[in-house]
């Protein structure tokens, strides 16, 4: 007897200790206090929903594993939180992966495929902007960036825009984005595409301003009226079409997977800058890329 004594004893002590384990029902007060913070925290806008998931164990003995999503207008976005067992601490942990490179990684995740290029095509050094087209801060960006990469770094640099329209607060975005993408397949070369969104960086109050009086086609008038080699009956289609969508739309979901959240959000060889950088920040940027890529600046 005295073994299946022992035995049970053991038992018993292993599932006292499981249930101690075991998360406890996070208290209403608490559940509020959590929604406050991280509402606070993650600057949610003020029709978002805030989700608490499941406590569970953790890495960490002191601290359930806590899941919280905040639901909005662009979908969700889970974060996982640590909350400690006695409900006083909530802990938002940032693991950083150091077996691999995440420069490469973010680089390796932008589909350029498709997109006009400026500059050397064959470049060591890739720039990539999220770009909004109505976007006052963009357009600072914009003038910055090609003053420096075209007059400084020339052939030793290629620049992409990728399409991140903020509805939200921009009307005539999309617009702008569902033109200058036509503009590729219309004009069949990338100049008519690069002239259309120079325009539109430089002169967005008069763009604003046309917009406003006149809402249908104002985008795609401005794009005939600076490039007179447009098969304007080719563009007119396709800005009246649903084709260009969907690429809107996958530009907008590959930025809020690489954590871009508003712009100018650029991309340096895969290292992430969020908005306007100044001159001297995009040479020091460009300069690391050149000696990261083995050339010297």
């Not at 406590?55 to 400690?84: C, E, H």
């Not at 008069?206 to 080699?229: C, F, M």
Request: aromatic share 8%; with cysteine; proline share 6%.
């Amino acid at each position: 007897m005295r073994p299946s004594l022992a035995v049970f004893a053991l038992l018993c002590s292993v599932c006292v200790a499981a249930l101690a384990q075991q998360p406890a029902a996070i208290p209403s007060e608490i559940r509020t206090r959590i929604e406050k913070q991280v509402r606070q925290y993650a600057e949610a806008p003020p029709d978002a929903q805030i989700i608490l998931g499941v406590p569970k164990t953790s890495d960490f003995t002191a601290y359930y594993a806590l899941p919280v999503t905040i639901r909005g207008s662009q979908g969700d976005r889970t974060y996982d939180f640590l909350l400690a067992r006695d409900f006083s601490r909530l802990i938002y942990p940032k693991t950083l992966d150091l077996t691999q490179d995440p420069f490469a990684k973010a680089e390796a995740s932008i589909d350029l495929s498709g997109r006009p290029i400026r500059g050397n095509p064959r470049a060591t050094v890739t720039i990539v902007m999220y770009d909004d087209l109505q976007c006052p801060f963009c357009a600072k960006q914009y003038i910055a960036l090609f003053n420096e990469v075209m007059n400084r770094y020339r052939d030793r640099v290629k620049v992409v825009l990728k399409d991140f329209p903020l509805t939200e607060a921009h009307p005539w975005a999309m617009d702008a984005a569902i033109v200058a993408d036509c503009l590729i397949g219309a004009q069949q070369t990338d100049d008519a595409y690069w002239q259309f969104t120079d325009y539109v960086h430089t002169h967005q109050q008069a763009v604003t301003s046309e917009w406003a009086s006149s809402h249908a086609g104002t985008l795609a008038r401005i794009a005939e009226q600076h490039e007179s080699n447009i098969d304007q009956a080719k563009l007119q289609a396709c800005v009246n079409s649903a084709a260009p969508q969907p690429a809107i739309e996958k530009s907008l979901a590959e930025g809020h997977s690489l954590g871009v959240t508003a712009t100018p959000a650029t991309f340096i060889n895969g290292e992430f800058f969020e908005g306007v950088l100044t001159p001297e920040q995009v040479r020091a940027a460009i300069d690391r890329a050149i000696r990261e890529a083995h050339a010297e600046p």
